[in-house]
Structure formats: structure tokens, C-alpha cells
């Protein structure tokens, strides 16, 4: 029952997050730095306390009362993580739902199942699993094959990508993605990807806190929000420091004083895409805490989240137009990056010693 729960848990958090860009759609006349940092606001900051609150009374003294080390790691993992965020934004908004989510969420499928094991190979922790441990036992081994594949999926899903740029005038490419840019685009996810993993890693070094929750007597399946206020305070202060730099540099800060914007109407939507992309770790926390597995619930979480995030691809008609051997392409690449996904949980499955 508990794996049963843990997977719609998780699919519920997958589809909020390959689905928390739309409302940023219907934002008319501001900046992308306005509206992210606004977004940004309200699920890194206003929303997070708001969930701990209702679901773990006293949060404030966990997190006041921990290591300081641990509360200082889970923050540098948040504030790395936050690079990813930040450019996980800038992905979609050059490549679209579709092949921006692709090779984000590829590559960081892959590295959120390695960056822990790495770590734990300098710095040992009980009942942890090594990198050496991986190269050493047949799940390990499953799981760094299923990185490759990934890779390699990823890599169709790029080709697909310049397909798309050769066949579609500009223009056409405009229509359903207004910022359409392949290469630096690409160059942007495949950082983005990268740096996202380390939320899975905040995740591991936050854990004590976590326990501290339960041992309080607090419910399990809400004890992971007491860490994501923690990390989400690292990817805030990325994401507004950078947004700032930004609406200094272009003007842009004027845009919550422009009244021939629909200023209202923005801070709306920016605060719905906010708290949707915020609901994704409130349930992946609830699918963690039920799965007890955090690599294989990071890619079960992914795996939704590339299939949501096609899905709406396919809605905003991202590939109208191109050939039926793009098409192909980019559908193979999605197919081959959620092999990897599956393959990377089934060897995260095992009991790796």
C-alpha cells in the first residue's frame, strides 16, 4: 500500500511540476525576470512556512535547534540548486515545454542518482550507499548503464531540436515558442540539469531534521517540508539576486508600476505558477517518505514530470509543422530518456551493498 500511495504522491507532484509554467503563459507585458521572481516569491518563500506550518507545528525550532552543518549544507545545496532553477526557467522559455523539459529533466535524472552516492564516497555515513559501492554490485552498475542511456536520450532529443530549427522559419518556431534559441537553449539545460540534482542531494543532508520531525511525533508523510524550507531558502537567494541584477540592468522593475500592464493579472498568474511549481516538492515529499528511497523516488518523480511537460508540448502545438522524421526523433529521444528513468529506479530498487 505504501509504494501504491508513494506513486500517486508522485504523480501528482510530476504533473504540478511539468505543468507550473503554463499560468507564466498568461502573463502580458513584463519582463521574464518580473514574473519569475514573483513566481519565485511565492514558492520559495511565502508558500514553503505556510505547508510547514499546517503539517509540522514547531518547524521554526527543528530548524533552529539543528547543526548548524547540517542547516549550512542543506542551504549550499538550495543555493546550487536554485542556479539550476533559474536556469531551468531560461531552458523552457528558449526550447519550449517540450524539449526544454527533456534535456533538463534527462540530465538531471541522471545526476540526482549520483551526486549523493559521489558525495558519500569522501564523506561516509552509515547505511549510505558509495560510488564505489555502485561499481561493485549489479543495481549500481544498472544505474550508471541507465545514466548513459539517459545521455543518450538526451542527445536525440537535441538532434530533434536542430531538426526542428532547420525545417521551421523563424517565424513559425515564434508562434508557440516566442524566444525560440537551439543553442543557447541547450547549453542552458544541460547546466540547468545538472545543477537541479543537487535538490535531491539537499534532500539527503537535510534528513536529520526530518527525523527530528518524527521522533517529535510529528506524522512521517509530512516530515520532508521541514527541509524544504531550508533548501528552498538557498534557490530563493540565487534567483533574486540574479532577477535583480536583471531588472536593474534592463528597466525592468518598472513593470510592477506600469499600469497599461494588467498588473494584477500578472502577480496572479506568477503566484498560481508559484505555488504550482511549490506543490511538486510537497508531494514528492510524500512519496519519499512512503517509498523510503530517495534515488528512486527522485526518478519516478522526473519520469512524470518529462511525460506531463510532453504532454503540454504537444497541447501548445511546439512541434506543429516539422517532419515526420523529427517528430520520430524526438519522440524516440523521450522514450529512450524514460527507459533510463526506469532503469535508473529498477537498479536503485535493489538492495545495494
Known sequence: MNVILGVIYHTI????SG???????????????????????FSWLIVPP?????????FGH???????HIILLTFLMGLIWGVGGLTYGLGVRYLGMSLGNSVVLGFCAAFGSLVPAI???FHHVAGKITFTDMLHSMGGRLVLLGVVISLTGIALSGKAGMMKEKELPEEVQKASIKEFALVKGLIIAVLSGIMSAFFNFG????KPMADAAVAAGLNPLFQNNVIFVVILWGGLTTNLIWTTILSVKNGSYKDFVDTSSPIAKNIMFSALAGTTWFLQFFFYGMGE???????????LHMSTIILTANLWGIYRKEWKGTSSKTKITISVGIIVILASVALVGFGNSLNIK
Open 13 to 16: 507532484g510530476g504533473v504540478a
Open 19 to 41: 505543468s507550473f509554467y503554463m499560468p507564466f503563459n498568461k502573463v502580458k507585458k513584463w519582463a521574464w525576470e518580473s514574473y519569475w521572481i514573483v513566481g519565485g516569491l
Open 119 to 121: 558525495y558519500y564516497n
Open 50 to 58: 505556510i505547508a510547514a506550518w499546517l503539517t509540522i507545528p514547531g
Open 62 to 68: 527543528i530548524i533552529a535547534t539543528s547543526a548548524f
Open 203 to 206: 534532500i539527503e543532508v537535510g
Open 289 to 299: 517518505s512512503k517509498l523510503g528511497n530517495g534515488a528512486s523516488s527522485w526518478i
